[in-house]
Antibody, heavy 118, light 108 residues
Framework: EVQLVESGGGLEQPGRSLRLSCTTSGFTFGDYDVTWVRQAPGKGLTWVGFIRSRFYGATTQLAASVKGRFTISRDDSKSIAYLQMNSLKIEDTAVYYCARGRSILDYWGLGTVVTVSS | EIVLTQSPDTLSLSPGQRGTLSCRASQSVSTSYIAWYQQKPGRAPRLLIY???SRATGIPDRFSGSGSGTDFTLTISRLEPEDFAVFYCQYYGTSALTFGGGTKVEIK
């Protein structure tokens, strides 16, 4: 069974950092791209970025709103993807989801809540 | 940048009725790059349709997608109680994804 589980969320102050993890199982992680999507309270879905598989050099693309502050990485030996969030802003408050794929997102995790507040 | 506009914002329907949801792109896109997701409160989104009209694994055939160019439609032929949720369309380009603002399908 394909599973993705996000962790690492919590309450953090503006300007600080958080690292989210997306721990996966049930599929060959290294063969797949991984996407991060967020959802602010009461709002719709917003794309954060993705990391391609090793076949495409594990390159990343990030949304303009987070470029320069967030990075995405992966550890294929552990089947985990990471979202490093630096210089957090209040507007980064959201539920963060990871999903398998970078175009068609066929499996999603349940999300982890990030709250940025002073 | 492609912008997706969904309408209506809210659709009030009764179980058994037909639901028609619209997604309009700001410029013409390939049908290969449009997907639809369903999200229930407190739950992760679920892939329903990809490539504009292909149903994802396990999705009932009462869900169907259609459209081309700038106008795409998700149709729910007969609403079941478990179908009431928010639906999002999505465009996937070569280097970014875009979601529409969502349509909430609520019980009338």
């Amino acid at each position: 069974e394909v599973q993705l589980v996000e962790s690492g969320g919590g309450l953090e102050q503006p300007g600080r950092s958080l690292r989210l993890s997306c721990t996966t199982s049930g599929f060959t992680f290294g063969d797949y791209d991984v996407t991060w999507v967020r959802q602010a309270p009461g709002k719709g879905l917003t794309w954060v970025g993705f990391i391609r598989s090793r076949f495409y050099g594990a390159t990343t693309q990030l949304a303009a709103s987070v470029k320069g502050r967030f990075t995405i990485s992966r550890d294929d030996s552990k089947s985990i993807a990471y979202l490093q969030m630096n210089s957090l802003k209040i507007e980064d408050t959201a539920v963060y989801y990871c999903a398998r794929g970078r175009s068609i997102l066929d499996y999603w995790g349940l999300g982890t809540v990030v709250t940025v507040s002073s | 940048e492609i912008v997706l506009t969904q309408s209506p914002d809210t659709l009030s329907l009764s179980p058994g009725q037909r639901g028609t949801l619209s997604c309009r792109a700001s410029q013409s896109v390939s049908t290969s790059y449009i997907a639809w997701y369903q999200q229930k409160p407190g739950r992760a989104p679920r892939l329903l349709i990809y490539s504009a009209s292909s149903r994802a694994t396990g999705i009932p055939d009462r869900f169907s997608g259609s459209g081309s160019g700038t106008d795409f439609t998700l149709t729910i032929s007969r609403l079941e109680p478990e179908d009431f949720a928010v639906f999002y369309c999505q465009y996937y380009g070569t280097s970014a994804l875009t979601f529409g603002g969502g349509t909430k399908v609520e019980i009338k």
